[in-house]
C-alpha cells in the first residue's frame, strides 16, 4: 500500500481546482522563454511563496528546464522548514506527494539510502503542512514529461551536514563550478562597493508647505528639533497607538489634566468646603468617563488620591489670594511675518487673576520641569509665550493684564505628589524676549532655503520623538549629548 501526502496548501498559495492551477501555471510561465543558447540550469534558487506574490518569479526558473524536459528523471527538492523545530534533515515516509495536477511519485530508493547519513531521518509531521517543497511541484509537473521526486525538509542543519547530503545525491560536480559566483554574491551582501555615510536630514521644503499656524508647545518642537516639525506639520505623519498597549505617564498625565480642568471649572471662584473631597470627585468622573481599565484604576488612582491631598492643601493656601481661576484657557496671537501673517496659539493649564489684577499663568506638569537655562536659551519657551500672549489680551476670559508670575506645577503623585516651581524670570521681559526670538525664527524660516534639520542641538532635543527612526538618526547620530548652547 503506497503513503500518499495530501496538498496541503492548495487553495491557499496556489488554486486548488486543476483547470485554473493549470491555466495560472500557463499564464506565468508564457511570458518567460529560456534564453536563447543557454545552457540548461544544473539547479535552480526560486521563491516559495504563494503564486500572487513569487510566483512570476518561480516561474522564469522553471521555464529554462523547457529544454531538457524530456531527459530530467529525477527532481531534489530541498526547502527550509517553516512549521516543525527539528535539527537536520528530514525527508518523508510518505511514497507519493499529491498535488490537484496529479500525483508525484518519490524516490524511495534514493531516500532510503540517504537515511544512512545520522543528520536524516524519516519525519511525515516535517512535511505534511510545509509549503516550501509543495509549492514547486506543480511548476514541475507542468514542465516536465516525467520525473521522481526527493524531497528534503531542511532544519537546523549546518552548512557541513548539506553538504554530507549532496555528495550523497551525486550532486558536488554539478554544482562545484556554480559555487563561486553564489559565494561572491552573498559575501557582497554584507560588503559594499563603498561606504557613503549620511549626514541627518536636513529637507527644505517650499514656503507654501511651511506651517503659518503652531501652538506653543509646537513651538518647544520647532526649537529642539526642526525635523520633528518638518514630519509632523508638513509631512502629515502621526505616530499610530500600539494594539492593547499597557496604560503609559503619557495617559495619566491626560486623566490628570482633564481632572484639574473639571474641578476648576467647577470651582472658578470660591474655594469648595472640602477641596480634596472635590477633587476626588472630579478624578472619578473623568477616570469613569474615559473607561479607564482596571490597571489604570490599580497602578493610577493612588497617585492620583496622593495629588488631590496635596492640591488641596495647596488650593487652601493659595487661593484666598485668587479673584478667579481659568481652566484650560485658549488665546492666540498674530506676528507678523515675511511670509504672511503667522498664529501663534496656546492653551494655558490654568491662569489665575489675583486680587490687584495681575496674572499667573500655570502649567501642569506630570513629567519633567524645564530648567531656567533651557527657558532662557528659548528651547523651552511656552509658559514666556503664554505671558506674551496673556500681556496682549489674547486669552478667552482673562483679558489683557499684567502678569504676576509664571509658575510649573509638577502633579504627578509621587514622592512629593506635587511642588511648584516658579521662575526666577521677569514675566514680562521673558515675555517679550521669547516673542521677539519666535518672530526672528518665523523670519528665518520664511527663507524656503533653511533647512528643517534634525537634532541640530543634541543637549537640548526632545527626550522622545516619534520620528527618530525616519531620520535614520542611528547613521548619523553619537548620542553623546554634546551640543551647542548659542
Given at each position: ?5 495530501p ?6 498559495f ?17 511570458p518567460?522563454p529560456?534564453p536563447?543558447?543557454a ?5 535552480l ?10 510566483g ?7 521555464a ?7 531527459s ?19 525527508v ?15 524516490d524511495?530508493?534514493t ?26 511541484l ?5 514542465i ?8 528534503i525538509?531542511?532544519?537546523r ?10 555528495q ?26 563603498a561606504?557613503?555615510?549620511q549626514?541627518?536630514p ?32 508638513i ?21 490628570v489634566?482633564a ?6 471649572r467647577?470651582?472658578p471662584?470660591r474655594?469648595?468646603a472640602?477641596p480634596?473631597a ?9 477616570f ?6 482596571p490597571?489604570?484604576w490599580?497602578?493610577w488612582w493612588?497617585?492620583y ?16 489670594a ?15 511675518a ?20 495681575r ?12 530648567g531656567?537655562?533651557e ?6 519657551p ?8 496673556a500681556?496682549?489680551?489674547?486669552f ?13 506645577w ?6 512629593p ?19 521677539d526670538?519666535?518672530a526672528?525664527?518665523?523670519a ?24 527618530r ?11 553623546d549629548?554634546a551640543?551647542?548652547?548659542?
Amino acid at each position: 500500500m503506497k503513503n500518499i501526502r495530501p496538498a496541503a496548501v492548495a487553495g491557499m498559495f496556489y488554486p486548488e481546482e486543476e483547470g485554473a492551477l493549470r491555466w495560472e501555471l500557463k499564464r506565468m510561465t508564457a511570458p518567460a522563454p529560456p534564453p536563447s543558447g543557454a545552457a540548461p540550469p544544473k539547479a535552480l534558487i526560486v521563491p516559495h511563496a504563494g503564486y500572487i506574490y513569487s510566483g512570476p518569479v518561480a516561474a522564469t526558473g522553471y521555464a529554462r528546464l523547457r529544454p531538457v524536459a524530456d531527459s530530467v528523471s529525477r527532481v531534489v527538492v530541498l526547502g527550509p522548514s517553516h512549521r516543525v523545530a527539528f535539527h537536520g534533515l528530514a525527508v518523508p515516509v510518505d511514497s507519493i506527494f499529491r498535488t490537484p495536477l496529479g500525483d508525484v511519485t518519490l524516490d524511495t530508493d534514493t531516500i532510503q539510502a540517504l537515511l544512512a547519513l545520522p543528520q536524516v531521518h524519516p519525519d511525515n509531521d516535517a512535511h505534511r503542512m510545509e509549503h516550501s517543497i509543495e509549492v514547486h511541484l506543480p511548476f514541475l509537473q507542468e514542465i516536465l514529461d516525467s520525473f521522481v521526486l526527493v524531497p528534503i525538509v531542511v532544519g537546523r542543519a549546518p552548512e557541513d551536514q548539506v553538504d554530507a547530503v549532496l555528495q550523497a545525491l551525486g550532486l558536488p560536480t554539478a554544482l562545484d563550478d556554480l559555487a563561486a559566483p553564489w559565494l561572491a554574491w552573498a559575501a557582497a551582501l554584507d560588503r559594499p562597493q563603498a561606504a557613503a555615510p549620511q549626514g541627518p536630514p536636513a529637507p527644505t521644503p517650499p514656503l507654501a508647505a511651511r506651517p503659518r499656524r503652531l501652538s506653543v508647545t509646537r513651538v518647544e518642537t520647532w526649537m529642539r528639533d526642526p525635523y520633528d516639525l518638518y514630519a509632523e506639520k508638513i509631512l502629515g505623519l502621526q505616530a499610530l497607538d500600539a494594539l492593547d498597549a499597557d496604560p503609559g505617564a503619557a495617559d495619566f498625565g491626560t486623566l490628570v489634566h482633564a481632572a484639574l480642568e473639571s474641578y476648576l471649572r467647577a470651582h472658578p471662584e470660591r474655594l469648595p468646603a472640602d477641596p480634596e473631597a472635590a477633587l476626588l470627585a472630579a478624578g472619578r468622573r473623568t477616570f469613569d468617563e474615559a473607561a479607564a481599565p482596571p490597571a489604570v484604576w490599580a497602578f493610577w488612582w493612588p497617585r492620583y488620591r496622593r495629588l488631590a491631598a496635596w492640591m488641596a492643601e495647596r488650593e487652601r493656601a493659595g487661593r484666598p489670594a485668587v479673584r478667579r481661576a481659568f481652566a484650560e484657557v485658549k488665546g492666540r496671537l498674530t506676528i507678523a511675518a515675511p511670509g504672511g501673517d503667522f498664529e501663534l496659539t496656546a492653551t494655558a493649564d490654568r491662569i489665575d487673576r489675583l486680587g490687584d489684577g495681575r496674572l499667573v499663568v500655570l502649567d501642569y506638569k506630570t513629567g519633567g520641569v524645564p530648567g531656567k537655562k533651557e527657558i532662557e536659551l528659548g528651547f523651552a519657551p511656552q509658559l514666556p509665550l503664554e505671558a506674551a500672549i496673556a500681556a496682549a489680551g489674547g486669552f478667552e476670559g482673562p483679558g489683557a493684564a499684567a502678569v504676576a508670575r509664571l509658575e510649573y506645577w509638577k502633579v504627578n503623585g509621587a514622592e512629593p505628589p506635587g511642588f511648584v516651581a516658579t521662575l526666577d524670570l521677569d514675566p514680562e521681559a521673558a515675555g517679550a524676549a521669547a516673542l521677539d526670538g519666535l518672530a526672528r525664527r518665523i523670519a528665518r524660516f520664511d527663507d524656503p532655503a533653511t533647512p528643517y534639520a534634525a537634532k541640530p542641538w543634541p543637549k537640548y532635543a526632545r527626550r522622545y520623538s516619534d520620528y527618530r527612526h525616519l531620520a535614520r538618526e542611528k547613521e548619523w547620530s553619537s548620542d553623546d549629548g554634546a551640543g551647542d548652547d548659542s
